[in-house]
């Protein structure tokens, strides 16, 4: 079966090929991809911001992990034509002793190996999750990068200390988002305060019960335990306020990712006993939970519905620069269409 992929040859350009799909593959099944949302990671690629060896080493590629579509074969019949299912973009390694998104040896879509924006795509059935509810299939466009945020709270539930009364989370993007509405939904009693610099983004944060302009506020009472989801040059400065802020034996979850190293106060992470953990991608547990989170709960769903900042119907390599061009400037999350 011919199909076409979309890879960027080189920053800021993409062009259509062709591949060869065999249908006599066992364990897989053919979908077409029909909702793809645009991460920071495609864009950091698309746009040249990443180290010039690893443009050299790993373009030509096709980009995106974030992406739900339709199955239109399966030759074992486990699901039915049209059905819906959430494409998982981590391909595990063997090394079984750690988690599959931790292999040194796993390849991720849209990083080491081609993405999802294709015609078509062979998937392996463990690569899958379906789902139901199709009037939110822009939500579930993203269930990856919700995924990662479920990823980092179980880890966190799992690891840090029984007080978990005053949590803070720095950043105002859609990482920091998704982070604050999963924190509301497993710790009803516990105060989530959300920390950034931008008002705008800010006043989507109006679930959580405290919102902090840090450029406009000096002084911070002790809170249990913190998330980093800022990244980014400004990730050093980020953690190192939590570190002035977060009290003894607390823990701090990384998430934002950096393309340089930054400073950390260590001397106060031991006087203060800290913990501090870095988490990154996620499990296809991780994805069965969040499908059920879109499903089941009404109010989260909706909230999800909040982070698209942007639709763009996509009908040739034209409609795909528009989505990244869009990307750049948009709050949170540019959902592509896809048409192709």
Not at 31 to 41: D, G, I, N, Q, Y
Not at 260 to 284: C, D, P, Q, W, Y
Not at 294 to 322: G, H, L, P, T
Request: overall charge positive.
């Amino acid at each position: 079966m011919i199909n076409h992929q979309y890879k960027l040859t080189s920053p800021l350009l993409i062009e259509r090929q062709c591949e060869n799909i065999p249908l006599d593959q066992k364990n897989r099944l053919i979908v077409r991809p029909t909702h793809l949302s645009v991460c920071k990671a495609d864009m950091r690629y698309y746009f040249g911001q990443r180290n010039a060896d690893v443009l050299k080493q790993r373009l030509p590629m096709v980009l995106i992990h974030e992406a739900c579509g339709e199955v239109i074969y399966d030759s074992e019949n486990r699901f039915e034509r049209n059905s819906r299912v959430v494409l998982l973009p981590n391909i595990g390694g063997s090394d079984k002793f750690y988690m599959e998104n931790y292999r040194l040896d796993s390849v991720f879509r849209s990083s080491k190996a081609d993405g999802f924006m294709q015609e078509m795509i062979s998937m392996d059935y463990n690569h899958v999750v379906p789902y139901t509810k199709k009037n939110y299939d822009n939500v579930f466009a993203f269930t990856e990068f919700i995924s990662v945020g479920i990823h980092a709270v179980n880890s966190f539930l799992e690891s840090s200390h029984s007080r978990k009364n005053k949590i803070c989370v720095f950043g105002d993007g859609a990482l920091s988002y998704v982070v604050c509405s999963i924190l509301k939904n497993k710790l009803k009693g516990a105060k989530i305060a959300v920390m950034g610099i931008n008002p705008v983004k800010l006043q989507y944060f109006n679930f959580v019960d405290e919102v902090i302009n840090i450029s406009r506020r000096s002084k911070f009472h002790d809170y249990d335990h913190a998330f980093e989801c800022v990244g980014g040059s400004a990730s050093g400065t980020a953690i190192n306020q939590i570190i002035d802020i977060i009290a003894p034996q607390g823990t701090i979850m990384i998430l934002g990712v950096s393309e340089e190293n930054v400073a950390l106060n260590t001397r106060m992470i031991l006087e203060k006993g800290l913990t501090v953990m870095g988490r990154s991608r996620s499990r296809r547990e991780d994805f069965i939970e969040a499908v059920h989170l879109i499903e089941n709960d009404r109010i989260f769903a909706s909230r999800m519905k909040q982070m698209i900042s942007a639709e763009v119907d996509v009908f040739s390599v034209n409609d795909i620069v528009k989505a990244f061009d869009l990307a750049k400037t948009s709050d949170f999350k540019v959902v592509m269409r896809w048409c192709i």
